[in-house]
């Protein structure tokens, strides 16, 4: 008998809610609509220091996912770049893209965004989003492109070899069979990483970037209401977070439709 | 008969060094040279430092600097992480609210910073463009009172000199001995200072202690008294302002 392998899986985002979490008592149902509470108590009842802070912090609500969304665009356009490269034969290719996967997953993100930010700002002038975006795209592109080569590699080789067989080149095959088939194992990861990247764009508050976290900051200091300013932004940023792995959930259901259980 | 003189007057001046010798533990922001910085060899020194120093010779306490960022400091203040925070506060009517201040130790006026091709000469001219300058200090709030001036705040006005060295910020506006340390050291060659900015009231640097905390600050009070007493901060302003 073959040993069954038990594979951990310790995302980074909040736990999506699987199928069978149905019913009013799951996690998540609970932590959304007791953080709901939560805040609606503390705008209700204490509106001073609390009302007058949310009324700060819508920009910094549109600028996070400003960064958040062109940082996902840009690490799917790098991450299926790096996993192409590393499954390629070609070894100038695989070289290089293991090189960046290598060296992007051995240096904290922050350090990247001071390195981009700080170092390449006395070569080439970069304005502190498009700083922002680089550095958090150049990470994630690292992680994500060991996500596209596992979801690449976990198709049926049978399947390439009927494609090629039908007279589509590799590149073909890769556009038009393999990839399509590797989306479905793909996302599930992809949309992991897009959560914890929104909660990572709080890092870039420490270049200046007027994000929620950075304009939390700036209200704390002025108004010295520190308990206070950072239990909203937890707040915020819990909400941000369950919203968006409610949506994923549902996306994945909808994919995972004609897969037979 | 002697044995016994000697060994009382042994005791007591243990027990009076040791009345003498309280601790009071400060938080320094060590950024802001040449009030408070480190030096090469991770001391922290500075105006404020040494004026602490003299104003514990005079009032018999003994000062201990704890390095701690800005964004925060007040927080560990009120949390009685430490006695009291020796990093250029200003004293302001918003601070007041929330903690106690001890006697003005320092007169100081903000100034503005801009690159040495700029032709700026006051804030108001800098509608529209982004102007930098530490969180929570009195030169942020001003950059922040001014119409149509994009505020940027920043964890360490160092911070802020770089990005306005390296063409991302049209100016910086800190307090002005600051200003002129970057400007007329470092960056001598890059920035210079355009102007002082009036805003009619005059700003001054306090120790700031808990609210409450009276031993502390009367301790405090009495060492910054004798110190202006005996000119002994005149002394100190040649040696790390220079004028």
Known sequence: MSEKQVIIDVGDGAAIP???????LSAWWLSFLGTLAVLAYLLIFHPDPYLRLLKFLPDGIIVTFQVTIASICLALLLGLLAGLGRISRNRIVNLVASTYVEIIRGIPLLVQLF??????GRIVRVPDMVAAIIALGFCYGAYMGEVFRAGI???DHGQTEASLSLGFNRSQTMRYVILPQAWRTILPPVGNEFIALLKDTSLVSIIAVSDILRRGREFASESFLYFETYTLIAIIYLLITLVLSKILSNVEQRLSHYERR | MKKIVMMLLVIASMVNSAWAQKEVVFAVDATWPPMEFVDAEKNIIGYS?????????????????????WDGIFAGLATGKYDAVCSSVSITDERKKAMDFSAPYFKVRQALIVSKKSQVKSLAELKGQKVGGQIGTTGYFAIKAADGVE??????????????????????VCDDPVAANYALNQYKDTLKIAAIIETGAVESYGIAVNKGNQETLDLVNKGIAAVIASGKDKELQQKWIGQ
């Not at chain 1, 390195?115 to 390449?120: G, H, K, N, W």
């Open chain 2, 151 to 172: 505020a940027k705040s920043y964890d360490e006005v160092g911070l802020a000199i770089e990005d306005l060295n390296v063409g991302r910020l049209a100016a910086v």
């Open chain 1, 153 to 155: 590699m976990s198709i």
């Open chain 1, 115 to 120: 390195y981009i930010y700080f170092a390449l």
């Open chain 2, 49 to 69: 430092i040494d004026y602490m120093k003299a104003a514990g010779e005079a009032a018999g306490f003994k000062p201990v600097f704890k390095n701690v960022a």
């Open chain 1, 18 to 24: 699987r199928p069978e979490d149905k019913g009013l």
